[in-house]
């Protein structure tokens, strides 16, 4: 038997009974994807309130790369419930906090002497970053990227690019934030081509301390090693090395949000390996808890002590049933081939991927890194005019035959998978035969062989 089953219509009855108390108790602000109440999840699988089983290809929004309840976590968690649940750090600390910071600091790249801070969220660990390369550096200013998403308090919000919903109505934000392009070469800002352009992009950032800020007012350029948020833009291999060679020439420090590209989602334990790159700082956070809350900023020793005593911390950051989660996470990366396994989920995507935008020309750009991978939808090949309705009916018919997908872009354009990378190839099969009704039914069942729009 498959692992989809749908025993009623999605929503059902009694997913449909909690929306209801939901629109009454929790603020329209906080939106979902999908209706789907959730009742209890393993590996790759959700069940809902109504007993229907979903294939996962969202986990908790890249929370969720190890599996849902993924067994040694659980026990680990377990465990720590029976010692203690909380002291706080800051008055009387524990073992695990120390022994995570000690794994993080030998496991991020970098031969270099590194410390590690922990905290609770993405948002409030770039929060952090922000706030110890400002007191390393002296300097105010902070580049971040165009369709860049750094999380919704407001420093973050700053750093975040997209306007709708994130940012409108949301003003005033913390200053000093400068936006720059991001190597998105489906939708060059130069209009340029990868590699005839050189990495124009990536050295225009000269151009930008001269005519936008001067380097020694900029502390940090900040960016993902690929978009999450903004789309799964992977730029690339060459792109960081030449961006960080500039930021090293101005004594400008180099951040990686790996919040949503880290834990083996790329194939690699963080993304930045992929890209051969060494960044100053390295916030992590997402799939590091293995489905608790939790966050690290990883960063070359003389940068994370800047902050003095008391300067840094939080009442529940580090929290020791998340540190003992982590620690898990982080042997089961050592023992376990997640990285390969990453890689061949991509590939399988990319194969079927590519059949498809060989039918349909909606499918304007594949692409990702490992298992970061997702479909931009365009309803001209010629113009690329985002296809963001079409988008929402997709991963709406998904959701509606049992598949669990998001959509991601600036322009609500892309589909994106983070499904949990223990996921069988028969579930992985499964999911990928409902996406492909529902790009199907988005195109109006007319497979056209549009060999004209290949090779764009
Ligand atoms: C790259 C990136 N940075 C930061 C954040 C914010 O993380 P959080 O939602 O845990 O605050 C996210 C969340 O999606 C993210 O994708």
Redesign the pocket.
């Known amino acids: 038997m498959g692992a989809i089953q749908l025993k009623t219509p999605v929503p059902g009855p009694r997913s449909q009974a909690l929306a209801q108390r939901r629109e009454a108790a929790v603020p329209r602000g906080l939106s979902h994807a999908t209706p789907v109440y959730v009742a209890r999840a393993e590996g790759a699988i959700l069940e809902d309130v109504d007993g229907n089983r979903f294939i996962d290809f969202a986990g908790g929004?890249?929370c969720i790369n190890m599996g849902h309840r993924a067994p040694g976590v659980v026990k680990a968690i377990q465990e720590q419930t029976d010692r203690f649940l909380h002291t706080c750090v800051q008055v009387t600390p524990y073992e695990s906090y120390v022994r995570l910071a000690e794994r993080l600091n030998a496991l991020t790249p970098g031969k270099f002497p590194k410390k590690t801070l922990l905290v609770n969220?993405?948002?409030?660990a770039?929060e952090n970053a922000v706030k110890i390369a400002r007191a390393y550096t002296k300097r105010p200013g902070i580049i971040a990227f165009e369709d860049a998403?750094?999380?919704?308090t407001m420093m973050?919000l700053s750093l975040t690019s997209k306007t709708h919903p994130y940012k409108a109505g949301f003003q005033p934000f913390p200053g000093e934030v400068y936006r720059i392009p991001y190597a998105y070469c489906y939708r060059c800002s130069y209009s340029l081509k990868y590699p005839s352009c050189d990495l124009y992009c990536a050295r225009h950032l000269e151009d930008t301390f001269k005519r936008v800020v001067a380097q020694e007012g900029v502390a940090a350029v900040i960016a993902?090693p690929v978009l999450?948020?903004g789309g799964f833009v992977a730029p690339p291999l060459d792109y960081f090395q030449t961006l960080i060679e500039i930021c090293h020439k101005h004594n400008v420090l180099f951040i990686a949000?790996e919040?949503?590209?880290g834990f083996g989602r790329t194939g690699a334990l963080l993304a930045c390996e992929r890209y051969g790159i060494e960044p100053d700082i390295i916030?992590m956070?997402?799939s590091l808890g293995g489905g608790l809350p939790l966050?690290a900023i990883t960063g070359r020793a003389e940068i994370m002590d800047a902050p003095g005593p008391g300067g840094l911390g939080g009442t529940f950051a580090g929290n020791p049933v998340s540190c003992e989660a982590a620690l898990v996470v982080l042997d089961q990366f050592e023992r376990e081939s997640l990285n390969d396994r990453a890689n061949e989920l991509g590939e399988i995507f990319q194969k079927r991927a590519r059949e498809w935008q060989r039918r349909w020309p909606i499918i304007g750009d594949i692409r990702g890194l490992g298992a970061m991978q997702a479909m931009e939808l365009v309803r001209s090949t010629e113009t690329r005019e985002p296809a963001a309705e079409e988008t929402r009916k997709a991963t709406e018919y998904c959701y509606e035959h049992g598949v669990i997908t998001i959509s991601a872009g600036s322009y609500g354009n892309v589909i994106r998978l983070l499904m949990p990378l223990v996921i069988t190839n028969d579930q992985m099969d499964e999911g990928l035969a409902v996406l492909e009704e529902a790009l199907r039914t988005v195109c109006g069942a007319k497979d056209q062989l549009a060999e004209s729009v290949i090779g764009r």
């Not at 969220?121 to 409030?124: F, K, L, P, Q, R």
């Not at 998403?149 to 919704?152: E, I, K, N, T, V």
């Open positions: 929004i890249g969220s993405g948002a409030e770039v998403f750094h999380g919704r973050t993902e999450g948020e949000d919040v949503q590209s916030v956070a997402k966050a």
